[in-house]
């Protein structure tokens, strides 16, 4: 039977304070229950899901270079970083990965500063404003590009 295809998600700044942090807008269950359900989910898909969390863009920009070597795809919820950051921007054009981008809100009914995302030019697709549900749909939309990919 192939390997199971290694998906990287990572989340950025503030994202550890899930559950706490403004749960009227990003929801009540922890970085560690959508993790857990992230695990899980990627296992009955038939991936290897490795989870990661930083509030250093360094430290983002770093594990997305590496995951060339042994990784199949990325999904990211880059927080704030999102809106400034053309290092992490440029880091995923350099990986060449397929990556999708996941926003917990809808970016697009909230403050002007957070409708651009410079991480969205650089992403497969985004889903943003379904909550948790975001990540599992990324991992399944994952799923199933790189099962085919496998089988081709
Ligand atoms: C977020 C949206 C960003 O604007 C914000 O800075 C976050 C979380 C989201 O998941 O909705 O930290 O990425």
Redesign the pocket.
């Known amino acids: 039977m192939a390997k199971a295809p290694k998906v990287l998600i990572l989340n ?4 550890n304070m899930l559950g706490s942090r403004q749960p009227d807008v ?1 929801g009540r269950e922890s970085l560690d229950d959508i993790e857990k359900s992230c695990l899980r989910h990627g296992k009955d898909l038939g991936l290897d899901v490795d989870c990661r969390q930083s509030n250093s863009e360094g430290e983002l920009v770093g594990w997305i270079q590496a995951a060339r070597e042994g990784h199949s795809g990325i999904v990211i ?4 970083y ?2 400034t950051s053309i290092a992490i921007m440029d880091a995923i054009l350099a990986a060449g990965l397929p990556l999708i981008e996941v ?3 809808n ?1 697009h009914r ?1 403050e002007a500063f ?1 409708h651009h995302s410079y991480v969205s030019k650089a992403a497969d697709a985004v889903i ?1 404003g379904l909550g948790s549900q975001g990540y599992l749909m990324a991992l399944d939309a994952m799923a199933r590009r790189l099962i085919a990919e496998q089988e081709t």
């Open positions: 950025g700044p503030n994202l990003y919820n880059p927080g704030a999102s809106h926003h917990l809100s970016i909230r957070r943003c």
